[in-house]
Protein backbone atom coordinates (compact mmCIF):
# COMPACT_ATOMS: atom_id res chain seq x y z
CA UNK A 1 0.00 0.00 0.00
CA UNK A 2 1.04 3.62 -0.25
CA UNK A 3 -0.26 7.23 -0.37
CA UNK A 4 1.07 8.11 -3.49
CA UNK A 5 -1.37 9.91 -5.56
CA UNK A 6 -2.37 8.42 -8.85
CA UNK A 7 -4.62 10.78 -11.16
CA UNK A 8 -5.52 9.57 -14.82
CA UNK A 9 -3.41 6.40 -14.03
CA UNK A 10 -0.41 8.21 -13.37
CA UNK A 11 1.78 8.31 -10.23
CA UNK A 12 2.26 12.40 -9.34
CA UNK A 13 6.04 11.96 -8.69
CA UNK A 14 9.14 12.89 -9.73
CA UNK A 15 12.27 11.61 -8.80
CA UNK A 16 16.17 11.97 -9.59
CA UNK A 17 18.56 8.85 -9.01
CA UNK A 18 17.15 5.76 -7.99
CA UNK A 19 14.20 4.79 -8.32
CA UNK A 20 12.47 4.68 -5.27
CA UNK A 21 10.81 1.32 -3.12
CA UNK A 22 6.99 2.29 -4.45
CA UNK A 23 8.75 2.09 -7.92
CA UNK A 24 5.87 5.04 -8.71
CA UNK A 25 6.32 7.98 -10.59
CA UNK A 26 9.10 8.79 -13.05
CA UNK A 27 12.89 9.76 -13.19
CA UNK A 28 14.05 13.26 -14.28
CA UNK A 29 17.05 14.62 -15.03
CA UNK A 30 19.06 16.50 -11.59
CA UNK A 31 18.69 19.78 -13.81
CA UNK A 32 15.45 20.91 -13.98
CA UNK A 33 14.04 23.75 -12.93
CA UNK A 34 11.33 24.27 -10.27
CA UNK A 35 8.39 24.84 -12.67
CA UNK A 36 9.88 22.06 -14.84
CA UNK A 37 9.46 19.70 -11.79
CA UNK A 38 6.04 20.80 -10.99
CA UNK A 39 4.89 20.25 -14.59
CA UNK A 40 6.80 16.96 -14.58
CA UNK A 41 4.94 15.63 -11.32
CA UNK A 42 1.98 16.88 -12.69
CA UNK A 43 1.35 19.29 -9.83
CA UNK A 44 0.75 22.06 -12.09
CA UNK A 45 -2.97 22.84 -11.07
CA UNK A 46 -4.56 25.34 -8.94
CA UNK A 47 -7.12 24.95 -5.66
CA UNK A 48 -9.65 27.63 -4.93
CA UNK A 49 -12.70 28.10 -2.54
CA UNK A 50 -16.25 27.61 -3.38
CA UNK A 51 -19.09 28.26 -0.92
CA UNK A 52 -20.42 25.47 1.04
CA UNK A 53 -24.32 24.90 0.81
CA UNK A 54 -26.50 22.49 2.29
CA UNK A 55 -30.43 21.96 1.75
CA UNK A 56 -32.95 21.84 4.58
CA UNK A 57 -35.84 19.06 4.40
CA UNK A 58 -37.59 20.84 1.56
CA UNK A 59 -34.82 21.06 -0.71
CA UNK A 60 -34.19 24.74 -0.33
CA UNK A 61 -30.95 25.92 -0.15
CA UNK A 62 -28.78 26.61 2.65
CA UNK A 63 -25.67 28.64 2.97
CA UNK A 64 -22.86 26.81 5.54
CA UNK A 65 -21.92 29.98 7.55
CA UNK A 66 -17.95 30.30 7.81
CA UNK A 67 -16.62 27.19 5.66
CA UNK A 68 -16.05 26.91 1.69
CA UNK A 69 -14.85 23.47 0.11
CA UNK A 70 -11.06 24.10 -1.05
CA UNK A 71 -11.53 22.64 -5.08
CA UNK A 72 -8.84 21.68 -7.10
CA UNK A 73 -9.25 23.21 -10.96
CA UNK A 74 -7.90 20.12 -12.74
CA UNK A 75 -10.76 17.40 -11.83
CA UNK A 76 -12.73 19.43 -9.46
CA UNK A 77 -12.47 17.05 -6.63
CA UNK A 78 -13.04 18.14 -3.00
CA UNK A 79 -9.78 18.59 -0.68
CA UNK A 80 -11.08 19.31 1.98
CA UNK A 81 -13.61 21.86 4.00
CA UNK A 82 -11.87 24.89 5.38
CA UNK A 83 -12.63 27.52 7.89
CA UNK A 84 -13.10 31.45 7.35
CA UNK A 85 -10.10 33.16 6.92
CA UNK A 86 -8.04 29.55 5.44
CA UNK A 87 -5.61 30.95 2.10
CA UNK A 88 -4.54 28.44 0.33
CA UNK A 89 -1.11 28.43 -1.01
CA UNK A 90 -0.83 27.86 -4.62
CA UNK A 91 1.51 25.04 -5.72
CA UNK A 92 3.70 26.97 -7.99
CA UNK A 93 4.50 29.46 -5.71
CA UNK A 94 5.50 27.38 -3.19
CA UNK A 95 7.97 25.56 -5.92
CA UNK A 96 9.22 29.32 -6.63
CA UNK A 97 10.60 29.49 -3.26
CA UNK A 98 13.74 27.23 -4.68
CA UNK A 99 14.15 29.23 -7.66
CA UNK A 100 16.65 31.63 -6.80
CA UNK A 101 18.85 28.60 -5.00
CA UNK A 102 18.43 26.61 -8.12
CA UNK A 103 19.74 29.47 -10.39
CA UNK A 104 23.01 30.07 -8.44
CA UNK A 105 23.76 26.51 -8.13
CA UNK A 106 23.14 25.94 -4.63
CA UNK A 107 20.50 23.41 -5.06
CA UNK A 108 19.16 20.91 -7.53
CA UNK A 109 15.32 19.74 -7.23
CA UNK A 110 15.71 15.86 -6.55
CA UNK A 111 11.73 14.54 -5.76
CA UNK A 112 8.61 15.96 -5.78
CA UNK A 113 4.47 14.54 -5.87
CA UNK A 114 1.94 14.11 -4.26
CA UNK A 115 -0.13 12.14 -1.46
CA UNK A 116 -3.68 11.80 0.08
CA UNK A 117 -5.37 12.72 -3.50
CA UNK A 118 -3.73 16.23 -3.65
CA UNK A 119 -4.05 17.05 0.13
CA UNK A 120 -0.17 16.94 0.75
CA UNK A 121 2.24 18.19 -2.06
CA UNK A 122 5.98 18.23 -0.97
CA UNK A 123 9.45 18.92 -3.02
CA UNK A 124 12.79 18.01 -1.83
CA UNK A 125 16.07 19.60 -3.29
CA UNK A 126 19.54 18.77 -2.80
CA UNK A 127 22.03 21.49 -1.14
CA UNK A 128 25.26 21.37 -2.44
CA UNK A 129 26.74 20.97 0.87
CA UNK A 130 27.54 17.27 2.20
CA UNK A 131 30.05 16.32 5.21
CA UNK A 132 31.51 12.78 6.14
CA UNK A 133 31.51 11.86 10.03
CA UNK A 134 34.66 11.95 11.31
CA UNK A 135 36.46 12.03 7.91
CA UNK A 136 34.84 8.41 7.10
CA UNK A 137 32.84 7.45 3.97
CA UNK A 138 29.77 8.07 6.01
CA UNK A 139 28.51 10.54 4.34
CA UNK A 140 25.64 12.97 5.44
CA UNK A 141 23.71 15.19 2.04
CA UNK A 142 21.13 18.29 3.12
CA UNK A 143 18.18 18.49 1.89
CA UNK A 144 15.49 20.87 1.81
CA UNK A 145 11.92 20.09 2.16
CA UNK A 146 9.26 22.28 1.29
CA UNK A 147 5.25 20.91 2.34
CA UNK A 148 2.57 22.64 0.88
CA UNK A 149 -1.09 20.96 2.57
CA UNK A 150 -4.48 21.59 0.72
CA UNK A 151 -5.64 20.68 3.93
CA UNK A 152 -7.47 22.39 6.40
CA UNK A 153 -5.44 22.47 10.22
CA UNK A 154 -2.05 21.58 8.68
CA UNK A 155 0.63 23.94 8.28
CA UNK A 156 2.90 24.86 5.44
CA UNK A 157 6.40 23.54 6.47
CA UNK A 158 9.88 24.30 5.04
CA UNK A 159 12.56 22.39 6.72
CA UNK A 160 16.21 21.27 6.25
CA UNK A 161 16.54 17.81 6.37
CA UNK A 162 20.04 15.70 6.59
CA UNK A 163 20.30 12.21 5.02
CA UNK A 164 22.74 9.70 5.91
CA UNK A 165 23.68 8.30 2.09
CA UNK A 166 24.33 4.81 3.25
CA UNK A 167 21.04 4.05 4.41
CA UNK A 168 19.00 6.65 3.26
CA UNK A 169 17.98 7.40 6.78
CA UNK A 170 16.37 10.72 7.12
CA UNK A 171 18.43 12.31 10.16
CA UNK A 172 16.61 14.62 12.82
CA UNK A 173 17.67 18.12 12.83
CA UNK A 174 18.48 20.01 16.25
CA UNK A 175 20.60 22.90 16.26
CA UNK A 176 20.58 24.34 19.75
CA UNK A 177 21.78 27.70 18.82
CA UNK A 178 21.61 30.11 15.59
CA UNK A 179 19.47 29.52 12.48
CA UNK A 180 15.97 27.51 12.71
CA UNK A 181 15.76 24.21 11.29
CA UNK A 182 12.29 24.45 10.51
CA UNK A 183 9.63 27.35 10.36
CA UNK A 184 5.35 26.28 9.57
CA UNK A 185 3.36 28.77 8.72
CA UNK A 186 -0.57 28.26 9.04
CA UNK A 187 -2.85 29.15 6.03
CA UNK A 188 -4.70 32.50 8.03
CA UNK A 189 -1.70 34.71 7.18
CA UNK A 190 -0.09 35.66 3.79
CA UNK A 191 3.29 33.03 2.90
CA UNK A 192 5.98 35.41 2.85
CA UNK A 193 9.04 33.13 1.40
CA UNK A 194 11.58 36.25 2.24
CA UNK A 195 10.69 35.61 6.08
CA UNK A 196 11.08 32.11 5.83
CA UNK A 197 14.45 32.00 4.36
CA UNK A 198 15.20 35.15 6.50
CA UNK A 199 14.34 32.77 9.67
CA UNK A 200 15.65 29.57 8.43
CA UNK A 201 19.01 31.03 7.68
CA UNK A 202 19.40 30.02 4.23
CA UNK A 203 21.13 32.67 3.02
CA UNK A 204 24.85 31.53 4.74
CA UNK A 205 23.42 28.54 6.43
CA UNK A 206 26.36 26.36 7.07
CA UNK A 207 25.90 22.53 7.63
CA UNK A 208 28.66 22.40 9.91
CA UNK A 209 26.84 22.73 13.08
CA UNK A 210 25.05 19.01 12.31
CA UNK A 211 28.46 17.77 11.60
CA UNK A 212 29.76 18.91 14.46
CA UNK A 213 27.06 17.06 16.75
CA UNK A 214 27.80 14.27 14.14
CA UNK A 215 31.01 13.98 15.16
CA UNK A 216 30.58 14.28 18.73
CA UNK A 217 28.28 11.52 18.51
CA UNK A 218 30.75 9.61 16.35
CA UNK A 219 33.67 9.83 18.72
CA UNK A 220 32.25 8.87 21.99
CA UNK A 221 31.78 5.19 22.80
CA UNK A 222 28.57 3.79 25.05
CA UNK A 223 28.55 1.30 27.34
CA UNK A 224 25.77 -1.44 27.77
CA UNK A 225 24.09 -0.33 30.79
CA UNK A 226 23.93 3.48 29.04
CA UNK A 227 22.69 2.00 25.75
CA UNK A 228 19.68 0.09 27.42
CA UNK A 229 18.82 3.40 29.60
CA UNK A 230 19.17 5.35 26.28
CA UNK A 231 16.34 2.49 24.01
CA UNK A 232 14.33 2.72 27.28
CA UNK A 233 13.80 6.03 27.45
CA UNK A 234 13.36 6.26 23.57
CA UNK A 235 10.74 3.61 23.96
CA UNK A 236 9.74 3.64 27.48
CA UNK A 237 8.25 0.19 29.05
CA UNK A 238 6.96 0.49 32.81
CA UNK A 239 9.38 -1.86 34.11
CA UNK A 240 12.33 -0.34 32.88
CA UNK A 241 11.07 3.72 33.77
CA UNK A 242 10.26 2.15 37.11
CA UNK A 243 14.18 1.40 37.35
CA UNK A 244 15.55 4.15 35.64
CA UNK A 245 13.83 6.63 38.00
CA UNK A 246 15.21 4.35 41.08
CA UNK A 247 18.52 4.64 39.51
CA UNK A 248 18.43 0.81 39.20
CA UNK A 249 20.46 -1.38 37.12
CA UNK A 250 18.34 -2.32 33.77
CA UNK A 251 18.15 -5.74 32.49
CA UNK A 252 17.61 -6.36 28.91
CA UNK A 253 14.21 -8.19 30.26
CA UNK A 254 13.42 -4.78 31.40
CA UNK A 255 13.03 -2.90 28.04
CA UNK A 256 9.96 -2.96 25.30
CA UNK A 257 10.59 -4.95 22.41
CA UNK A 258 10.87 -1.87 20.34
CA UNK A 259 14.13 -0.65 22.33
CA UNK A 260 15.54 -4.42 22.37
CA UNK A 261 15.03 -4.65 18.28
CA UNK A 262 16.94 -1.34 17.78
CA UNK A 263 19.57 -2.58 20.09
CA UNK A 264 19.74 -6.09 18.00
CA UNK A 265 20.18 -3.62 14.67
CA UNK A 266 23.54 -1.58 15.70
CA UNK A 267 25.71 -4.11 14.27
CA UNK A 268 23.30 -4.93 11.20
CA UNK A 269 22.02 -1.91 9.94
CA UNK A 270 23.33 -0.37 6.72
CA UNK A 271 26.74 1.59 7.94
CA UNK A 272 27.52 -0.66 10.67
CA UNK A 273 31.26 -0.50 10.04
CA UNK A 274 31.41 3.54 10.71
CA UNK A 275 32.14 4.60 14.33
CA UNK A 276 31.08 0.98 15.70
CA UNK A 277 30.28 1.31 19.31
CA UNK A 278 29.38 4.82 19.42
CA UNK A 279 26.42 6.88 19.63
CA UNK A 280 26.47 7.99 16.37
CA UNK A 281 25.60 4.36 15.52
CA UNK A 282 23.60 3.84 18.74
CA UNK A 283 21.22 7.18 17.29
CA UNK A 284 21.26 6.03 13.68
CA UNK A 285 19.62 2.43 14.83
CA UNK A 286 16.96 4.56 15.88
CA UNK A 287 16.50 6.44 12.47
CA UNK A 288 16.72 3.25 11.07
CA UNK A 289 14.14 1.02 12.75
CA UNK A 290 11.63 4.41 11.88
CA UNK A 291 11.97 4.39 8.23
CA UNK A 292 12.86 0.93 7.54
CA UNK A 293 11.74 -1.23 10.36
CA UNK A 294 9.02 -0.41 12.36
CA UNK A 295 5.31 0.44 11.01
CA UNK A 296 3.14 -1.43 8.54
CA UNK A 297 4.44 -0.29 5.34
CA UNK A 298 7.20 2.22 3.90
CA UNK A 299 4.70 4.35 2.86
CA UNK A 300 3.29 4.86 6.57
CA UNK A 301 7.06 4.88 8.19
CA UNK A 302 8.17 7.84 5.28
CA UNK A 303 5.08 9.89 6.61
CA UNK A 304 5.78 9.67 10.00
CA UNK A 305 9.56 10.25 10.00
CA UNK A 306 8.24 13.36 7.97
CA UNK A 307 5.30 14.37 9.43
CA UNK A 308 4.36 12.11 11.88
CA UNK A 309 5.32 10.89 15.43
CA UNK A 310 8.48 9.68 14.17
CA UNK A 311 9.52 12.96 13.38
CA UNK A 312 9.64 14.23 17.02
CA UNK A 313 10.53 10.67 18.36
CA UNK A 314 13.68 11.04 16.03
CA UNK A 315 14.75 14.84 17.28
CA UNK A 316 13.76 13.54 21.21
CA UNK A 317 16.45 10.93 20.65
CA UNK A 318 19.16 12.74 19.18
CA UNK A 319 18.99 15.43 21.41
CA UNK A 320 19.32 12.41 24.47
CA UNK A 321 22.21 10.60 22.22
CA UNK A 322 23.82 14.24 22.51
CA UNK A 323 23.32 14.26 26.03
CA UNK A 324 24.82 10.77 26.66
CA UNK A 325 27.48 11.17 24.57
CA UNK A 326 28.50 14.79 26.79
CA UNK A 327 28.77 12.49 29.23
CA UNK A 328 30.64 9.78 28.19
Keep these: MHNIEIRDGVAQ??????VPWHGLGRRVPADLAPDQTLKSAGLDWQVYKSPLTTTDPDGNALLVPDRAALIRDVDHSVLDVIGEGWE????????????????????????????????????LAKMSESFDVL????????????????SYGQSIDVRFTP????????????????????VRVNHKRAFDAGSVKEAL???????????????????KRFNVQDLLRYYATVYPSADATTK???????????V????????????VQPGSEFARGTWWQ??????????HVFGRTPDTRMQSAWYGANQQKQLSALNLALEFAEAA
Design 13 to 18: HVYVGE
Design 88 to 123: PLQNDIAFGFFDEFVRAGGMQMHTAGSLKGGRIVWA
Design 135 to 150: GLEDRVDSYMLFTNPH
Design 163 to 182: IRVVCNNTLAMALRQGSANA
Design 201 to 219: GLANFKLHRYKEAADLLAS
Design 244 to 254: IKAGERLLVDD
Design 256 to 267: SCNALRCMELID
Design 282 to 291: AFNAITYATQ
